[in-house]
């Protein structure tokens, strides 16, 4: 493929961003401006699509319309703050441009917005934007460990090891490592690992169990030693020196 300098002449870098447009003539003028400059791009035309994509894919950003059919633009940049297991950047687009429909797409999470007709020069830099300084922000890595309970987890691409084996795990038995291993060696009540996860919509305590249950079943399951313990009357905690 060709090398392209970006509109704002820096030197290509390599994104995945996530469209979800209804529209498609809308999401081919994207797809045909972004992709020479080296842009991988998905596309979804729905919003339970895009939540599906975004939930089970990486990607560096997220171009959210607001109208979009079975789950509008709003509730999908909500449900995504709240089960999404790091954070995506959001440049949501929408016809409405008063300061109040504004306010409502960053109350509910997103990062930009861009008011239809829009420049695909500018949507790409804000995206390109938005992309970079969430790396700089979030490329970090929790490690803790030696020997067999060695563990590492890498925010950014959602990488978990273990004695450098690799271990995939779902968005949320991810967040309870996550935040066992941030928290580390303090342990964590299952009330205050609902609170962190679920916020004001707390689950039942079987769901989050079974997550744990998962969580165990990753991390510990496949090795000789458990390192996710449960204090009694306290919570849970992980074995690691």
């Known amino acids: 493929m060709a090398q392209y300098k970006l509109p704002n002449g820096e030197s290509e870098m390599q994104f995945k961003i996530l469209v979800i447009e209804d529209n ?10 972004f992709e020479p400059f080296g842009v991988i791009m998905d596309f979804a035309y729905d919003g339970e699509q895009g939540v599906s994509l975004a939930l089970n894919q990486y990607y560096d950003c997220i171009i959210l319309d607001i109208m979009l059919p ?3 633009g709003l509730a999908v940049c909500k449900l995504l703050r709240e089960q999404a297991n790091r954070h995506i950047p959001i440049i949501m687009l929408t016809a409405r441009d008063a300061l109040d429909d504004k306010l409502v ?16 020069e500018e949507l790409l830099v804000r995206c390109l934007a938005l992309a970079k300084r969430h790396l700089l922000n ?9 020997g067999n309970k060695q563990l590492s987890l890498n925010l950014q691409t959602q990488q978990v090891s273990r004695c ?5 795990l779902q968005p949320i038995p991810f967040k309870i490592l996550q935040l066992l291993m941030e928290h580390h060696p303090r342990p964590l009540s299952r009330s205050e690992i ?7 919509e707390p689950t039942d305590s079987d769901a989050l169990r079974s997550h744990v249950y998962q969580l165990r079943k990753s991390i510990d399951k496949p090795f000789e030693d458990a390192i996710i313990k449960t ?11």
Do not use: C
Request: charge should be negative; glycine fraction near 10%.
């Open 105 to 120: 797409g960053f109350s509910n999470g997103a990062d930009d917005y861009l008011t239809k007709p829009f420049a695909l």
């Open 164 to 168: 450098g084996q690799s271990i995939v």
């Open 70 to 72: 079975k789950m509008d």
């Open 194 to 200: 609902s609170d962190k996860i679920w916020g004001d």
């Open 138 to 146: 979030s490329e970090r890595t929790l490690k803790l460990g030696e």
């Open 24 to 33: 498609q003539e809308i999401s081919r003028n994207i797809a045909e401006y």
């Open 231 to 241: 204090i009694h009357s306290v919570g849970l905690a992980l074995d690691i020196e």
